[in-house]
């Protein structure tokens, strides 16, 4: 397609990616909007779709649908496998190319084995909506298995539920399948006591939330503890299996130094390493640009790709810093308000650059962090004009709530999303609690496929 | 499992089998419900997850969740492989074996190509909800194909959807893909107009929804054909293959005889053919019992096994008569309400044989039928004590929508279906027009794999 206005291409349509593409609207360019899935996904309820408490459509937007009445926007679904920075176009995985003016590459991140790709197929992360069911299948399958199992030690191992990585969305897993064992499914099985479950939070640091004040990660612990999730800090998974998993950590109470052990569990979730896009690496190799350990894009201070000044980088692809006067650079949180920011920043920059002037230093608005552990208990840190302002427990989760519903994208979501949340509340009960195939497509751990 | 009062056996979670099972409730036997899947589907509302009006939690409920209150039940996630009758067992996908006194087999029916399974390849019918999620894959995946499709032949190739076999189930997914093309994506591509689909139903038969009256038939031809929708009758389709189908059919106007012409297509459903489940020829193989050539089993007057009293198979599978004093037997349709019926019965009988009274011949109570086209566009059969009463279009739509949220099982399920079809109502939008893959993994037209 020929463009007689700049053409500008935007490589992803997650948090980044979508606020670039509104932060251009009334601008004098055409923009390809280009994502390899059909919808704009809010990641920060993922975890949500993964214990069963909400179905796929409810947090998840069609992206041509959220643009359809912006003319100059085009969106296209497809998956850009390299990035041509000097002859300014982008290769797609259909074998055809695009030839851009201005690129803004917000691809995102995926989940890292930390180079042991081996563990995905027993503990499966979450990142998408075919990550999100593979779990939500697993944990529910868990206890349907259970149930059929004679032999008490391995039923014992189906009631076994890990989750390594105790951030945000490690900690909300635990705290969402502690509910599933102790609240949802009280009742309904006939031969075990889903009470039986335990749930295991695995963490190589040394308290939860790292990226919170001490003092939150303390109430985190101790909501979690209450929750019944058993958390083990300072433990090192060194190796998972058809049949569970290999840890190094501190010895039992009494005892000095590290032991290895092994927990026995037939449903492992991962939630503790995060990579940078593949699209970085191939950034770095066709540019020079440097990435760091997470394979992250090193950017400039205006978000565009050192030499590259019409090439972007934003999001959990960037490694950017914020650039307020009078203080030295701090590095930006892979957060969903990062990457928004960075969406409008750069959008922001490249119509400066179009209008021949200069392009301006990205400075992060940080509003502060929260994550919520189950019902009625979450952490909230909120940076404000006149400093921190830090509560848990019962408000901490109203908040967190309302915080989440007032993002959510569309008032049909919104009123379905509290509908759940609602009943949730009441009942404890869990309203998508559907696993699409049979066991025996479904349960990898079993048949090793 | 030892049981201490007599274990009934429960095949299929549909409704002939939930049915069976809550007539049960109070009575002093033990039960085992058997299902491949998780949850019970609303299967007459499974179009609208495979045409992205509703997500899939709106129409399933996990079976034992329904069940929790019933505390003779006990629910089962396996697949039933083969009925030993003789030894009274049924065997397990996993090699074990459960002893049964009584067993009820409701365990359905299948999409059957007719001899020719290799088309379900390229036109998938629609059963299971990962059928409905394939089937929204490929119709939303069309238009995104053919909005990057430069050629323009290839391009109409995508955007010609056919729909195979003019019964409730097709006539509905017909008037779905209407609506998507001409209301739902109006005004979201850049490239193609959604307008310009061209949406096929051919049917072998002389008109179209052939269990309906004539005058119905009639009816809702013409509100197919205002939505938009080709409908070729009297026309079998003789092949499918990747790039679309074989059809011999009427000459066209002015010519007399049948012709043989292709439809070049990328999005083909099939709604065709029904089979009984395998477990039919199963317990024919094993009990010399009689089967129809749609695979379902012949039944006693009282819904037994012919020969085997304490068995007996109901729904779909069972080819079933229903006997009113002084008429000749007729057939019974394989609609729910005649699955459900079927279902009380036979836990009826089972009582009755309990009690060492004489069982009673199934006499089914017809109240009518009725299929929906779309908006305001339905057709209704009702029969009443008075006589017949039928009526189409505006008013028929609303009863029909009544009815299927009256029949919903769960009030949070009555109220997002009714929330979601108000605002399609109002708007045309379709909620859940989201694809969990992306277009590499999900296009078996393309990769084939």
Not at 129 to 142: K, P
Not at 322 to 340: Q, Y
Not at 369 to 379: P, Q
Request: hydrophobic share 45%.
């Amino acid at each position: 397609m020929m463009h007689t206005r700049p053409h500008v291409v935007i490589i992803g349509g997650g948090f980044g990616g979508l606020e670039a593409a509104k932060s251009l609207a009334k601008a004098p360019v055409d923009i390809t909007l280009i994502d390899k899935t059909n919808h704009h996904l809010f990641q920060p309820l993922l975890y949500q779709v993964a214990t069963a408490g909400l179905a796929a459509p409810a947090i998840a937007a069609p992206t041509r649908s959220l643009f359809r009445h912006q003319a100059n926007l085009t969106t296209l679904l497809s998956e850009v496998t390299d990035i041509d920075a000097k002859d300014k176009k982008v290769h797609l995985s259909d074998g055809s190319t695009l030839v851009f003016d201005h690129l803004i590459v917000a691809a995102g991140a995926t989940h890292s084995y930390f180079g042991h790709d081996e563990w995905s197929a027993f503990a499966p992360g979450l990142k998408t909506l075919e990550d999100a069911f593979e779990i939500r299948r697993q944990v529910l399958f868990a206890f349907e298995s259970a149930e059929k199992e004679p032999d008490p030690e391995k039923r014992q191992n189906w009631l076994t539920l890990c989750v390594i990585g105790a951030g945000p969305t490690g900690v909300e897993m635990a705290g969402a399948f502690a509910e599933i064992a102790r609240q949802t499914l009280v009742g309904e099985f006939r031969r075990i006591n889903p009470h039986d479950a335990r749930i295991l939070l695995i963490e190589g640091g040394p308290r939860v939330l790292q990226a919170m004040p001490e003092s939150l990660s303390q109430k985190a612990l101790e909501q979690l503890q209450k929750l019944g999730v058993e958390v083990r800090l300072n433990a090192i998974v060194t190796g998972i299996d058809a049949t569970g998993l290999q840890v190094r950590g501190p010895a039992p109470a009494g005892v000095m130094g590290t032991v290895d052990y092994r927990i026995a569990s037939q449903c492992v979730v991962w939630a503790a390493g995060v990579a940078a896009s593949s699209l970085g690496q191939k950034l770095a190799d066709n540019t020079g640009c440097k990435i760091d350990r997470a394979g992250r894009v090193v950017v400039s201070s205006d978000l565009s790709l050192p030499g590259h000044p019409d090439i972007y980088v934003i999001g959990d692809l960037a490694l950017a810093m914020s650039h307020s006067s009078g203080k030295s650079p701090t590095a930006v949180p892979g957060v969903s308000p990062g990457a928004k920011q960075m969406g409008r920043w750069a959008a922001n920059n490249l119509l400066q650059r179009l209008a021949g002037k200069p392009t301006r230093a990205f400075k992060y608005a940080d509003y502060g962090n929260l994550a919520t552990i189950g019902h009625n208990a979450a952490v909230v840190d909120l940076s404000t004009p006149f400093g921190p302002v830090r509560f848990s427990g019962r408000w901490a989760w109203w908040f967190w709530l309302l915080a989440h519903i007032y993002f959510l994208i569309g008032f049909r979501n919104r009123l379905v999303v509290l509908m759940d949340w609602g009943s949730a509340y009441l009942s404890f009960s869990r309203n998508a609690r559907v696993v699409a195939g049979t066991l025996h497509k479904s349960a990898p751990h079993v048949g090793e496929s």
